[in-house]
Structure formats: C-alpha cells, structure tokens
C-alpha cells in the first residue's frame, strides 16, 4: 500500500515536537504500508480514512 501525504501534513508532521507521538505515527503508517492493516479507522466522506488513536498500548 501506498500512502499519499499533502504539504500541510509534512509541515505540521516536521513542527511536531512530541518525539512519541511522531514514533507512534511513523510506527502506523509504517504498519498500513507492509501489511496493508489500516487499524481502527472511520470514513469522513470523500474517500478519506480517519485512524483513530489505540488504546495507549502502542497502536
């Protein structure tokens, strides 16, 4: 699986200071892209996905 980001992602994703968070982000989406496994995610319209965080055990 491919996953396309906007710029506004990429700028808000380089500002983001919380060094777990982005661990977290890049830990999922590196999960999506080698299994193809979305998680927990609910359609916001328009062929858009919304991941839903985990349960604070990592996903």
């Known amino acids: 699986m491919l996953i ?3 710029d506004i992602y ?3 994703f380089e500002k983001l200071k919380d060094v777990r968070a982005k661990a ?3 830990k999922r989406l ?3 892209t080698e299994t193809g496994n ?3 995610t609910r359609s916001v319209g328009g062929g858009v996905l919304n991941g839903r965080r985990g349960n604070n055990n990592g996903n």
């Open 4 to 6: 396309h980001t906007t």
């Open 10 to 12: 990429d700028k808000w």
């Open 24 to 26: 977290l982000i890049l």
């Open 30 to 32: 590196f999960r999506i």
């Open 38 to 40: 979305l998680g927990d």
